[in-house]
């Protein structure tokens, strides 16, 4: 009997069909006797909402939504834009629509200032509910479980009372937390939140989902990626692997986290530096009339299309320029953390989509094997993988939480 597979492997395996990947668990779970909740992955980038969900019939549903916002205008001719009210407010858009329409990038940051900002919680509901409607949910009343992916630097350690051990912490077990200012954001905004979204798609078909946020359970964003890479989506450990480096190449940062999988759990986190920002920025400069914001940048940067004078116009030479510096500025700084590393190292985040034919060349030159020492997450995961990774850890928390109230 083979072993069994990661989520991972899962979902590079869909992929490379061109399907949908589906599981064997679903992200309904039971509160209390007559109701039930959905657990919804939710990565909160600078650049991006990453959200994820499983079907009823174990589908996984992801999105990845730029994280630009505007006020929607009158259309008086042609077809709606997909357009949303939240608890009776104006009515916006969200995402490419609203860059579309020259649309607010939303501030970049730790969840303590993003969180406040009631344009990126307006982008929460509406990303939630357009998941929902993709997922093939029915509008209505939904209880909504928050698998929150969170900065690592917001992750903390906790030790219990009588800590007394010194170094190894043989006095007191070691614990990982939230950082308390995030935990009492995340308490005054999100938890319990209830939001009234109206969705009006652009035939002007209105659907109303009541959303209700009974828990968000924060975590590393780096868990995501842990997840996906060393779980089956049974919740079994399938690695061997004792320690991982994983570089998490995001629109905001650069990130290096080393965790010890084995024989006790233990994550430590440091920023290299910028992630696709600085590329982005450097692509601003070549249209300085254009006055784009980050987010529009970034999706300039991946699409390879600008619209010039009313016209789109490919800008594949100016990109090509801006990775030759900016890009290859990023590479070099991965490649030498996985050269040095004696542990296994995970290539992953949204820069990866944009890196990735720059990266993989670099990778195959190198002595290093792919599977075997490292991991270059597929480019068209690697933008949600940290969202699928946090919804299935909050999946097999809930069903370990009713397993022993069975018991």
């Known amino acids: 009997m083979a072993p069994t597979r990661t989520i991972l492997q899962e979902l590079i395996t869909a992929e490379e069909a061109g399907t949908r990947a589906r599981f064997g668990i679903r992200s309904a779970v039971r509160l209390g006797r007559s109701q039930q909740a959905l657990v919804v992955g939710l990565d909160n980038g600078n650049d991006a909402l990453k959200l994820a969900l499983i079907g009823n019939d174990g589908t996984l549903f992801t999105l990845r939504i730029p994280t630009a916002y505007r006020e929607a205008e009158v259309i008086r001719g042609g077809e709606h834009e997909t357009s949303y009210r939240l608890n009776g407010s104006s009515e916006y858009w969200i995402g490419d629509v609203a860059l579309r329409h020259d649309g607010d990038d939303l501030p970049i940051g730790p969840t303590k200032q993003r969180i406040i900002d009631a344009r990126l919680r307006a982008l929460m509901a509406a990303g939630l509910a357009e998941l929902l409607h993709t997922a093939g949910y029915e509008a209505g009343d939904h209880n909504l479980i928050l698998g929150f992916a969170i900065p690592n630097t917001e992750i903390i350690s ?26 009492a954001t995340l308490e005054t905004y999100l938890r319990g939140a209830r939001w009234a979204v109206e969705r009006t798609a652009s035939n002007g ?23 996906a890479v060393t779980k089956a989506p049974n919740g079994a450990t399938v690695t061997d692997v004792h320690e991982m480096d994983i570089i998490d190449i995001g629109g905001g940062d650069l990130q290096l986290t080393t965790v010890q999988i084995k024989p006790t759990y233990r994550m430590i986190t440091r920023r290299l530096g910028d992630g696709t920002i600085r590329v982005a920025r450097a692509l601003k400069d070549k249209f300085p009339r254009h006055e784009l914001n980050d987010v529009a940048a970034q999706a300039a940067l991946i699409q390879r299309r600008l619209l010039v004078s009313g016209r789109p116009r490919t800008i594949d030479a100016e990109v090509n320029e801006v990775l030759d510096s900016q890009g290859q500025s990023i590479i070099g700084t991965v490649l030498p953390v996985l050269r040095g590393s004696r542990r296994f190292v995970t290539i992953t985040g949204g820069g990866v989509i944009l890196l990735h034919d720059l990266l ?18 597929n480019h068209g995961i690697a933008s949600v993988c940290n969202a699928i990774g946090v919804l299935f850890a909050v999946i097999f928390k809930a069903a370990t939480v009713a397993v022993a109230k069975r018991g």
Do not use: C, F
């Open 360 to 377: 993989k060349p670099r990778l195959d030159a190198d002595a290093k094997v792919r599977g075997e020492d490292y991991e270059l997450i």
């Open 205 to 227: 078909a209105v659907e109303h989902w009541n959303l209700r946020l009974v828990n968000v359970v924060p975590q590393a964003q780096t868990t995501g990626t842990l997840m």
């Open 158 to 183: 906790l030790r219990s009372e009588g800590d007394e051990g010194g170094e190894g912490g043989e006095g007191g077990e070691e614990r990982m937390g939230v950082d308390p200012e995030t935990s």
